[in-house]
């Protein structure tokens, strides 16, 4: 094992059942020092699992932890480098914001000075150093989140576990808390593992993301790599809105029900699926050389920037910039680029 793997937070072969649920199947990842992870999943994938067997609040069955190189399978939760940030992150009613975050310092007997200043340093970091008096009732949602971050960095954990920690949050708030959770992150350059279920999210904050189902790993990569190129069917879908296309092999590309798709890259199989994002279509001027479809609008819904389009055939997905005005009925050449198009494993 190099020395960089040995800073970083391995999960080797790790099985979790509960009765006869599978919540994780052989699950194994490796998260970087300093690195930005998020596990992204549907309800019920086991993700909450995983990272309460990395808090230690959970066993697994069988396989292991490791943390810097040390095997800390069984080391109970509050001797762990790891902190976590819940979803219900219940701060103290009757503490002001300043006890709060220094709760987990005074617990462990720090002194006085040495509170201050940690404590100060991370309400300054987070923009709360004007409410350090303040009760939570006074705060705004998305100021008493910032705190439980505060609380839980002030005890310099070498992994932050955030549990869907924005969840609580109204999407305004959400979409400005993700940017600075990112910014805070690489301020830091500490290690964040992010639970999340929320697509969008976890391609805003993330250095690379697992996309997991079933108690399963499916797919490891930045954002851009499972975004771009998934491997399956559930990954395509679950990363956002894609055209999933059938086709049986053919010299040079795939017959599909809308005619033949040229292809860059030869699919294993004799019969699978290709996908394209709706952003990569593009509405071309007069029938393509290669990849067009000849296609009719069955639905048009203007969303300020863009245009989304329903066609028929398939029924096809495109978004599009919303320059052009498209009615219901229209017939148009769509193109599909093969540097959009991606086979699926399946
Ligand atoms: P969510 O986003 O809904 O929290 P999740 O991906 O975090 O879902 P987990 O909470 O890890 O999923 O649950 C994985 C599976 O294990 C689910 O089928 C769940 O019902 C089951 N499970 C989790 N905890 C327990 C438990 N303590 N007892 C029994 N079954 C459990």
Redesign the pocket.
């Known amino acids: 094992m190099s020395a960089d793997s040995e800073k970083g937070l391995s999960v080797v072969n790790v099985d ?1 059942n ?2 006869d ?1 599978k ?2 199947v052989n699950v194994s990842l490796k998260v970087r020092e300093g690195e930005f992870f998020t596990l992204l ?12 067997i990395v808090a230690g609040l959970e066993l697994p069955d069988s396989g292991q932890v490791i943390l810097g190189g040390e095997d800390i399978t069984s080391l109970p939760a509050t001797k762990r480098q790891v902190n976590t940030v819940f979803q219900s992150y219940a701060l103290f009613p009757h503490l002001s914001i300043f006890e709060n975050v220094a709760f987990g310092l005074r617990s462990r007997k720090f002194p006085q000075n040495e509170v201050q200043t940690r404590v100060d340093r991370r309400l300054e970091m987070l923009g709360l150093e004007e409410m350090s008096s303040r009760f939570p009732h006074q705060l705004s949602g998305g100021q008493q989140q910032r705190v439980a971050l505060a609380r839980a960095l002030v005890n310099e954990p070498e992994v932050l576990l955030l549990d ?1 920690p924005m969840s609580a949050l109204d999407a305004r708030l959400r979409a400005q808390v993700q940017v600075e959770l990112r910014r805070l992150q690489r301020k830091l350059g500490q290690t964040f593992i992010l ?1 999340t ?1 929320d697509q969008a999210e976890a391609l805003v904050v993330s250095d690379r993301i697992a996309v ?1 189902s079933d ?1 399963k790993i499916i797919q490891f990569g930045t954002p851009k790599e499972v975004y771009e190129q998934p491997q399956t069917r559930f990954v395509a879908e679950f990363l956002g809105a894609a055209n999933l296309i059938a086709g049986r092999k053919g010299a040079g590309g795939i017959d599909t029900e809308m005619g033949f798709i040229n292809l860059t890259a030869t699919p294993e199989w004799n019969q699978g699926t290709v996908a394209i994002r709706p952003e990569r279509i593009r509405i071309a001027e007069g029938q393509p050389e290669k990849n067009g479809i000849k296609a009719k609008v069955t639905e048009a819904i203007y969303r300020g920037t863009n245009v989304d389009l329903w066609l028929e055939p398939g029924p096809l997905r495109v978004r599009t910039p919303a320059q052009r005005d498209f009615e219901v009925d229209d017939e148009v050449w769509l193109e599909l680029p093969e540097e959009g198009l991606v086979i699926l494993d399946e």
């Open positions: 979790k509960y009765a649920v919540a994780l999943g549907p309800s019920g994938c086991g993700k909450t699992t995983l990272l309460r869907e639970v279920h997991m108690g």
